[in-house]
Nanobody
Framework: QVQLVESGGGLVQPGGSLRLSCAAS????????IGWFRQAPGKAREGVSY????????LYADSVKGRFTISRDNAKNTVYLQMNMLKPEDTAIYYC??????????????????WGQGTQVTVSS
């Protein structure tokens, strides 16, 4: 079965850390550029981070720059999102997705074709 599965979400206090995983099955993840997105209640889904297929280029939304790090382990067919110094405004469902079209905006969700089911991240004291 071809799918993406996110994991690693949970409840964490402000200032804490979580590492999200995006595992692929049924296809090779290293052949794809991957984006992490999030969606908070009542808000649009927004791009958080991106890692390129060919040269490993990493990109981040301004709101997470310096706090989040995206990486990939091709041997494990997995992409990670290390999230440090978490804030309450980071609370959302986090999704990973494979990029299917290559326009200028990596954060455009319409450029992504295959999505995981999401993992909930809640930052609260």
């Amino acid at each position: 079965q071809v799918q993406l599965v996110e994991s690693g979400g949970g409840l964490v206090q402000p200032g804490g850390s979580l590492r999200l995983s995006c595992a692929a099955s049924g296809f090779t993840l290293k052949a794809n550029s991957i984006g992490w997105f999030r969606q908070a209640p009542g808000k649009a889904r927004e791009g958080v981070s991106y890692i390129g297929m060919s040269d490993g280029t990493t990109l981040y939304a301004d709101s997470v720059k310096g706090r989040f790090t995206i990486s990939r382990d091709n041997a494990k067919n997995t992409v990670y999102l290390q999230m440090n110094m978490l804030k309450p405004e980071d609370t959302a469902i986090y999704y990973c997705a494979t990029r299917s079209t290559y326009g200028s905006r990596w954060y455009d969700r319409l450029q992504y074709g295959r999505w995981g089911q999401g993992t909930q991240v809640t930052v609260s004291s």
